[in-house]
């Protein structure tokens, strides 16, 4: 079975100071991570990926992550906030299955705040 | 990216009638779609997953004779909520996957008076 843990359901962070999310997940096989951003009333929209090869993922607006296998994180990052990147931020993760599809976990989200 | 659209994007019924959703996957052919139902400040919680052509396969707890799943073509699903009672409102958000990704749609915000 796999999870994904969000520490934090609530983040704030002053404009222009490093944003970090964090995630831990747990994966009996090989997982491939995501980011994504959800604003208010909108589905979600992929930030980035981590299937395979570099463990360094950048991503849209700005935002990477890093995937490190040893501590089973994927935490998000960037390194100067904007009022825009107010959102709700959810990790997830699957993994292939041998019939080619998969299934995503979510966390539970984090919210970011960005004080001006 | 692809898109995915959902129509309505909000919908407001009496309790006891029925609501349906529709996901459409504008520019690829889906292989596989997700129903998605969101509860206020929580994570997306995953409802049922369908195949064109054939029945959907729901997670446990969920009732497949309240939340009807119908995946006609490569590119439509509709999620029709049976008898709807104000516990059923919600976000509800479908997402379609291609060869190489998983898209979602913008959501349906379900209000059940």
């Known amino acids: 079975a796999q999870s994904v843990t969000q520490l934090g359901s609530h983040v704030s962070v002053s404009e222009g100071a490093l944003v970090l999310l964090r995630c831990n997940y747990s994966?009996?096989?090989?997982?491939?991570l995501f980011w994504y951003v959800q604003y208010p009333n909108q589905g979600l929209q992929l930030l980035l990926k981590y299937t395979t090869g570099a463990t360094l993922v950048k991503g849209i607006n700005g935002f990477e992550a890093e995937f490190k296998k040893s501590e089973t994180s994927f935490h998000l990052t960037k390194p100067s906030a904007h009022m825009s990147d107010a959102a709700e931020y959810f990790c997830a993760v699957s993994f292939a299955s041998g019939a080619g599809s998969y299934q995503l976990t979510f966390g539970k989200g984090t919210k970011l705040s960005v004080i001006p | 990216g692809a898109v995915v659209s959902q129509h309505p994007s909000r919908v407001i019924c009496k309790s006891g009638t029925s609501v349906k959703i529709e996901c459409r996957s504008l520019d690829f052919q889906a292989t596989t779609m997700f129903w998605y139902r969101q509860f206020p400040k929580q994570s997306l919680m995953l409802m049922a997953t369908s195949n064109e052509g054939s029945k959907a396969t729901y997670e446990q707890g969920v009732e497949k004779d309240k939340f009807l799943i119908n995946h006609a073509s490569l590119t439509l699903s509709t999620l029709t909520v049976t008898s709807a009672h104000p516990e059923d409102s919600s976000f509800y958000i479908c997402?379609?996957?291609?060869?190489?990704?998983?898209?979602f749609g913008p959501g349906t915000r379900l209000t059940v008076l």
């Open positions: 994966s009996s096989v090989p997982p491939y």
């Open positions: 997402s379609a996957r291609n060869q190489n990704e998983q898209f």
